[in-house]
């Protein structure tokens, strides 16, 4: 698989996502003006592997310009004002991802040359102020209100904490992996039913064993269709296969990503732009969405394992592979 002719095939997805963005920088879902931080960031990555640069630093300034003095942002945005009262743990450190991933591509995009102090001191605020989300064994509560923080740690928010933290270089985070179930199945709800559990601890270099990932995966793969978002339904989800095709470069299976990552290149329209989903029982895409940051998610799990080829400037890496060598030298 050649770079140049992939990011062609895929350049739809990226002006998918230009086409949404908001004239103050923030990028919705679809259509209907729904932005999730998070979700916000996945695609300021794909904009950086564009090099975008306009709507890319546009998208950061959106972010930071709503940060708190707690260096929080709020869970969810409609038309542009929050629509959440409530901030997850996970949010506000990811913007250092798309950030990393910038330099990268382009290290005259450097961040910490191009952002401005105040939001350098945001930027430090957030990580700062992350450590109070963080219980004594490294795990973290998923979010916080105006009770305070929740009792809950999910799999996928710490994972993302953890790929946050790394690429921050503040630490590499530890956690007591014998109180895995203890943390993550709260209140007797078994989460191993999603596959976002399954691959995000190997995304995050937690879990790094081969053959643990390819038993896992067999529980959730559909031959040539690509990975279902939860194990009972006959679903699979396009961001998630990507995801769990980059996890699959981390973990060593590179036959395995590049498997996914082929099946799903059918469910790309005429338009050019994927779906969120298929459900292949009734032979219907669903919800009835083309989220930008499933597109997204081609884009950047395309770019990594092209960058594992060795198809892209060795100058231009993928962040995913790139913290995995962190993960290795630790």
Not at 79 to 87: A, D, I
Not at 229 to 234: A, D, F, K, M, N
Request: aromatic share 14%.
């Amino acid at each position: 698989m050649k770079w140049l002719d992939l990011k062609k095939k895929l350049e739809p997805s990226k002006d998918w996502i230009l086409k949404n963005q908001f004239i103050d920088g923030s990028i919705s879902w679809d259509e209907k003006g729904k932005c999730d931080p998070w979700d916000h960031c996945e695609c300021l990555i794909a904009l950086s592997i564009y090099e975008e640069w306009d709507s890319f630093w546009k998208g950061v300034n959106w972010f930071f310009d709503n940060i708190n003095d707690e260096g929080l942002i709020f869970s969810e945005f409609q038309n542009s004002k929050p629509s959440k009262n409530y901030y997850e743990s996970h949010h506000a450190p990811y913007i250092i991802i798309p950030l990393l991933q910038a330099r990268l591509i382009d290290k005259s995009q450097d961040y910490l040359k191009l952002l401005d102090e105040r939001k350098i001191l945001k930027l430090e605020e957030i990580f700062r102020q992350l450590n109070n989300f963080c219980d004594d064994d490294g795990y973290y509560f998923w979010a916080k209100d105006h009770n305070g923080y929740s009792d809950n740690s999910l799999v996928t928010a710490t994972m993302s904490i953890i790929l946050s933290l790394v690429a921050k270089q503040e630490k590499s985070s530890k956690i007591n992996i014998s109180l895995w179930n203890k943390k993550f199945d709260r209140d007797g709800v078994d989460r191993s039913r999603f596959s976002m559990d399954f691959y995000y601890p190997f995304l995050a270099g937690i879990k790094d064993s081969s053959s643990e990932f390819k038993n896992s995966l067999n529980e959730f793969y559909v031959k040539g269709l690509g990975v279902k978002c939860v194990i009972e339904e006959p679903w699979v989800t396009i961001a998630e296969s990507c995801e769990c095709a980059i996890a699959a470069l981390v973990s060593g299976n590179v036959n395995e990503a590049k498997m996914i990552y082929a099946d799903i290149q059918q469910f790309q329209n005429k338009d050019g732009i994927f779906p969120t989903g298929y459900q292949y029982d009734l032979d219907i895409f669903w919800p009835d969405e083309r989220s930008t940051w499933t597109n997204a998610a081609v884009i950047i799990a395309g770019h990594a394992i092209c960058s594992y080829d060795g198809t892209i400037d060795s100058e231009k890496n993928n962040v995913f592979l790139y913290l995995t060598n962190f993960f290795k030298s630790n």
